[in-house]
C-alpha cells in the first residue's frame, strides 16, 4: 500500500509499506517481512526502488 504524486517534469515519486512472500528457498527469509519503501520515476521512465525493512 503507498501513495503517490506527479512532479513538475513529468515523474512520479511514491512511498508507502509493502510485505513478501515468496516461494523461492533464495527469497524465503523475506516471508512476513514488513518493509518500507520509495519508488521514483523520471520524466525518462527510469525508476529506482529503493526498500528498508521496518524493524
Do not use: K
Amino acid at each position: 500500500t503507498g501513495m503517490g504524486t506527479f512532479t513538475a517534469d513529468g515523474g512520479s515519486n511514491f512511498r508507502g509499506a509493502c510485505y513478501f512472500q515468496a516461494t523461492a528457498p533464495s527469497l524465503s527469509s523475506l516471508n512476513g517481512v514488513c518493509c518500507v519503501y520509495h519508488f521514483d520515476v523520471d520524466a525518462e521512465g527510469n525508476a529506482t526502488w529503493d526498500i528498508w525493512e521496518w524493524n
